[in-house]
């Protein structure tokens, strides 16, 4: 049998195989209140099959918001709304976990009454976001130069993770993965483009990891060890973050999240991006720094995984865009049934067009 379907311990997770659903924004919430729909029930229940579904990623606060309909888990009405979600999927028979996001200065005034996006430091991201217009369409906008987080704030916004993981939990979810990949708010902090602090939480790999390692204690103090994951992608150039200090931090970071016992270690790779694949070097020292579960994501398929998994570099492998396109994707991939083509422009905002219609294979 393939290793791609043996059983995996996610931590506290069982996962009955290892092929897993990336988060994968989609910016489908109502408004206003960025609540989870039914519409949104029907989409991940569709792909309960998964070893474990990652959420679209969910603003832990108003603040950390940064694209349009995107849902929270903040306040108590978006506890409710989940928690329609993650009952519907266990009785189809899935595991969810919720990631835990902040976009930090990937955003814009008009989702904060006005306000600037907050970052490690002020320094601007030049790219944009994705906010709609009047008819629910996607438009792209510049990102402007965000306020720098002061050194007080930080124990506040260490809790709004705390806060939003206990959300989480009241809201029926199976865990947590902490984003911190991306180029959002904590890989903002662990690049040295995006983070010129002199305070103690920049300047040096050690200053850098600092606040994702403070978050990651405050959230598995609020639950455990065994339902927390976090996503990294340390190589790459994702959101303007590209560094030449990036491997170096990722297994720095790694080796430090080792010794706290995660669940997970969610290694995006940067070539579905445009990115260089990653090598065999780098992945043997994430191997070595990071002895639990890590799961790979980026541009996989069923022989990529197999070779991965062969050679130890990773437990499980979460799919993206395949998993959009095809609901019973891991049913898919068993059987070497071809795979469904993803339809881009319903990929981002409007209705079940794109989200809720693709179809299971037929068996004749
Ligand atoms: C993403 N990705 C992503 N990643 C993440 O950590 N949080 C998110 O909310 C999203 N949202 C998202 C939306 C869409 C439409 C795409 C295509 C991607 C990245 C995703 O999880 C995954 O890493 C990539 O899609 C690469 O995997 P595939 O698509 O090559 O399997």
């Excluded at 309909?69 to 989940?82: F, K, M, N, R």
């Excluded at 405050?218 to 973050?241: E, K, Q, T």
């Excluded at 090598?279 to 191997?287: A, P, V």
Aim: proline share 7%; net charge negative; aromatic share 8%.
């Amino acid at each position: 049998m393939s290793a791609l379907f043996e059983p995996l311990a996610i931590g506290a997770i069982a996962a009955p195989h290892r092929v897993l659903m990336a988060p994968l924004t989609r910016q489908r919430a109502a408004q206003p209140g960025d609540l989870p729909t039914d519409l949104m029930r029907d989409y991940y229940v569709q792909r309960a099959g998964a070893g474990l579904i990652v959420s679209e990623g969910t603003q832990i606060s108003p603040e950390a918001k940064g694209y349009a309909g995107t849902p929270g888990l903040h306040s108590d009405e978006q506890v409710v709304a989940w928690r329609r979600i993650t009952d519907a999927v266990h009785e189809a028979g899935g595991r969810i976990a919720a990631q835990l996001w902040h976009t930090g200065r990937v955003s814009h005034p008009s989702l904060h009454d006005g306000a600037l996006p907050v970052s490690a430091s002020a320094v601007a991201h030049d790219g944009r976001t994705s906010l709609f217009d009047g008819d629910g369409a996607v438009v792209r906008v510049d990102c402007p130069t965000p306020r720098a987080l002061a050194t007080d704030e930080l124990p506040r916004l260490v809790e709004d993770f705390a806060h939003a993981t206990r959300q989480a939990r009241a809201a029926g979810f199976d865990g947590v993965e902490i984003h911190a990949a991306h180029g959002y708010l904590l890989h903002q902090f662990l690049s040295p483009v995006s983070n010129r602090r002199t305070d103690g939480y920049g300047a040096t790999t050690t200053g850098r990891v600092r606040l994702p390692l403070e978050v990651v204690d405050a959230v598995v103090d609020a639950w455990d060890p065994g339902h927390v994951g976090i996503r990294i992608s340390p190589l790459g150039a994702f959101h303007g973050l590209t560094d030449d200090e990036g491997a170096e931090t990722g297994l720095h970071l790694a080796a430090e999240l080792a010794l706290r016992g995660l669940a997970f270690l969610h290694l995006s790779e940067p070539d579905w991006a445009g990115g260089a694949a990653l090598d065999d070097d780098f992945r043997e020292k994430l191997r070595t720094a990071f002895p639990g579960v890590i799961v790979g994501a980026g541009n996989y398929d069923r022989p990529k995984a197999e070779q991965m998994l062969d050679r130890g570099y990773v437990d499980a492998v979460a799919f993206g865009r395949a998993y959009i396109a095809n609901p019973d994707l891991p049913e898919r991939l068993r059987h070497g049934w071809p795979l469904n083509d993803l339809d881009k422009p319903t990929v981002y905002g409007g209705g079940p067009a794109g989200y809720t219609d693709y179809p299971a294979y037929a068996v004749d």
